[in-house]
Structures are given as structure tokens and as C-alpha cells.
């Protein structure tokens, strides 16, 4: 296993965006989760863990499309009842998913991809060597305009704890499923926004890499 402070070269070499594989299509609609199955939630807490080693096979649009569901999606009637909880049922918090073919936006609601920018942004979501090795980089962006309604003050602490909600249902998502996973808050947060050209109010708070294990053991 990797260390955390793996670095290598990736915070001297300056990452940079890369060309998309294959095409960007403007919109990817993903498979309607399945609601069911998976191991039992207490198995899942017993497996959860941070794993540093993935291998660089895709994830097809069935677990993605499971991934965000479980991340963040409508898990009730109202477009704003999600699976992670927020103050006042905010979810000032969007997902975003940096891909091969690059960069989008999960829209919960649709329960679709948006493409955000077509490039690979993967290696520019964390500062250690292995950033850009996933197959999926998960970004949780605040858009602090939704959070009129919260004192200023606690708007930073409110979306880092939302952030958090989320990235622990990645987690036991990935438990279950077998994936690997390392949450992430060591990388440049004003430079990823630039290049997720993000409007002035949002701003990244975590990442999260995904992907297989590079083998059995990781
Ligand atoms: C807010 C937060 C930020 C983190 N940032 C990083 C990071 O930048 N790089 C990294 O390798 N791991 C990061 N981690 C993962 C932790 O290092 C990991 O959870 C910790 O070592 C405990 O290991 P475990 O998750 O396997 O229990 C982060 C975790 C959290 C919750």
C-alpha cells in the first residue's frame, strides 16, 4: 500500500489537463440504481477502508450510475430527498465526476451525467503520485449561493460536514461493491476550480478517487 504522503513528482511535474479518451457525450444517462442487494451495512462497516492502489479498468455506466445513486442521489419523492443529509435539505453540495472522457456533473434529479468540461482532469485532483491513476475521481463542489438561509459563518463547517455525509456513502458503497477508494483533501483547490471552470461561488471541498483494486489484496 501507499503511504498518504506518497508525493513522487506530482506536486513538482504540474499536472495538467489531458485529451479526452474517445468522445465527450454532452449527457450520459445513467442505468436506474438498483435499490437492492449488496453485502448487509454492518459487513460493509467492517470492510470500509482507504485503499491507494487501483487498477485502471473502467467502471461500467451500471456501477457508476449505482456509485452517484448511493453518493447522492434522490432516494425519496422530492428531488431534494438524497441519500446523503444536509442542513435544511440544502445539498449545497454537487458531484462531480472526472472520467477519461471527462468531466461531469451528476445531476441527481435526472439521474444523469452532464458534461462540465471535455478533458481529463483526473491527475489535478490531488497532489500525490497516484492522483490520476482511478478510472473515477469524485469531486464534492460547494455552491455557497444555495446557502442564503445558513449564517455566514457556519456555511464553511455546514458543506465540509455535507461533503462528508457524501464521501462516507462512497465508502460503504465501495465496501460493499469491492471497489477501491481514498477520500482526498491535499490538493489545489483554486486551480481545480479553474480548470473545472466553476463560477465564483463554488468551490471544491474533498475528492474522492474509484476504482478496482489493482489486486485482490489492496
Ligand atoms: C477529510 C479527509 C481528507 C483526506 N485526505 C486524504 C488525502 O489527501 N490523501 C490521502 O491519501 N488520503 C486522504 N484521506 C484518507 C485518510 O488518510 C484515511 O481515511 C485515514 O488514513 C484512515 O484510513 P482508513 O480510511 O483506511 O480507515 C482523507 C480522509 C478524509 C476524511
Known amino acids: 500500500m501507499k503511504p ?4 513522487g513528482n506530482a506536486l513538482f511535474k504540474g499536472a495538467r489537463p489531458q485529451p479526452v479518451v474517445g468522445d ?10 438498483g435499490r437492492c442487494g ?5 459487513e ?28 447522492n442521489g434522490v432516494n425519496r419523492e422530492g428531488d ?5 443529509p444536509s442542513a435544511l435539505g440544502i445539498h449545497e453540495i454537487d458531484v462531480y465526476a472526472a472520467l477519461a472522457r471527462g468531466l461531469y456533473k451528476y445531476e441527481p434529479t435526472g439521474h444523469t451525467l452532464e458534461l462540465a468540461v471535455a478533458q481529463d ?3 489535478l485532483t490531488g497532489y500525490q503520485d497516484f492522483a490520476g491513476e482511478a478510472p473515477l475521481d469524485l469531486v464534492y463542489v460547494a455552491d455557497i449561493s444555495r446557502m ?21 456513502n462512497v465508502y460503504l458503497f465501495c465496501a460493499s461493491a469491492g471497489l477501491a477508494v481514498a ?32 489486486s485482490p489484496d489492496t
Open 24 to 33: 465527450a457525450p454532452p449527457r450520459i444517462v445513467l442505468p436506474a440504481a
Open 121 to 123: 482532469l483526473r491527475g
Open 4 to 7: 498518504f504522503f506518497s508525493l
Open 80 to 84: 431534494n430527498d438524497r441519500t446523503a
Open 183 to 214: 477520500a482526498r483533501g491535499w490538493f489545489n483547490r483554486s486551480m481545480l476550480a479553474e480548470h473545472m471552470r466553476l463560477r465564483r461561488h463554488c468551490m471544491p471541498v474533498l475528492a474522492q478517487m474509484v476504482g478496482y483494486p489493482s
Open 148 to 168: 442564503r438561509d445558513v449564517p455566514a459563518q457556519q456555511r464553511e463547517t455546514f458543506s465540509a460536514a455535507c461533503a462528508g455525509a457524501i464521501v462516507q
Open 44 to 71: 460493509a462497516f467492517s470492510l470500509r477502508r482507504t485503499t491507494r492502489d487501483f487498477a485502471h479498468t473502467e467502471l461500467p455506466d451500471v456501477l457508476l450510475g449505482d456509485l452517484l445513486w448511493a453518493a
Open 38 to 42: 449488496g453485502r448487509p451495512i454492518m
